[in-house]
């Protein structure tokens, strides 16, 4: 029997003594917005269950906006699995030091996507500050995001509980806005100001990895031909952060691999 790609992988690492991440395969973007969209309301729906409340953590991107529009499509037709919204708390990995109404903002993409047709409260939507909201620099504007955190945390830690973190991850491997070789590689605060992206908008506020490899899982969601090659050496090679962004993240119970046939197109040859 021919095991699939994402099940050498993790048979692979596991013979080497190295942490396996899940690592999933859908044929093309689209069964693998539809995929991750189900399996984040049946997650969220259990957190539910056990807490009472569930927390998640948005990424932009065409994926990651693509994941949303595919959960308020279940929002309309409920599954088995629901979730009460009203119940959810939603913060973000990273957000572009834009004005509140600049279409960048991954904010304004998820409001439109997912967060109004499932009327999540607006005292549970956790935005990052937009460039106009008052903060004289980003440093000031993710300083305040890391006080918002702390703030919504049990006594004596600085981080709530996060049940689900979705990141994307671009060609050269970044995650959030933590690109290689930058100073947000090995900033261990929660919440970073991030300047000189080499993807525009150059200046914006992300997570570091110290809030990132907080949560209890966290799903990375790629697409395209473009960035298999980041895939392969993330899962396979042995690459620092430094080099690789990606090859940093960890979730605290479960790291997810979530792919599209076109992204996972150099596993075989790696694995």
């Known amino acids: ?9 993790a048979a692979r690492l596991a013979a080497e003594g190295r942490p396996a991440p899940d690592v999933v395969v859908e044929p093309d973007a689209d069964r693998l917005a539809r995929a991750v969209a189900a399996a984040l309301v049946a997650r969220l729906a259990a957190a539910q269950a056990v807490h009472g409340t569930a927390s998640v953590v948005l990424t932009g991107g065409g994926i990651g906006t693509a994941v949303l529009a595919r959960v308020a499509d279940l929002v309309r037709e409920p599954a088995r699995e629901r979730v009460d919204w009203t119940a ?4 973000w990995g990273d957000e572009r030091w834009v004005p509140a109404d600049d279409d960048e903002r991954n904010e304004l993409g998820a409001r439109r996507a997912l967060l109004d047709p499932a009327g999540v409260p607006a005292e549970r939507v956790h935005a990052m500050p937009a460039a106009d909201a008052g903060f004289a620099e980003p ?5 305040w995001y890391a006080e918002q955190l702390a703030a919504a945390a049990p006594e004596g830690e600085s981080l709530p509980r996060i049940d689900v973190l979705l990141l994307g991850m671009g060609p050269e491997g970044h995650v959030a806005s933590i690109f290689p070789g930058t100073p947000a590689v090995s900033d261990e605060r929660t919440v970073v100001a991030v300047r000189d992206c080499p993807k525009p908008p150059p200046t914006r506020v992300s997570l570091g990895f110290p809030a990132i490899n907080a949560a209890e899982e966290v799903w990375l969601l790629v697409s395209g031909s473009a960035k298999a090659p980041a895939v392969a050496r993330a899962l396979t090679a042995d690459t620092t952060p430094d080099e690789l962004p990606a090859a940093g993240v960890h979730g605290r119970r479960a790291t997810r691999w979530l792919l599209d046939a076109e992204a996972a197109a150099e596993l075989d040859a790696r694995s």
């Open 139 to 143: 440093e000031d504007a993710a300083a």
């Open 88 to 91: 959810v708390d939603v913060w």
């Open 1 to 9: 029997m021919t095991l699939p790609p994402g099940d050498r992988i």
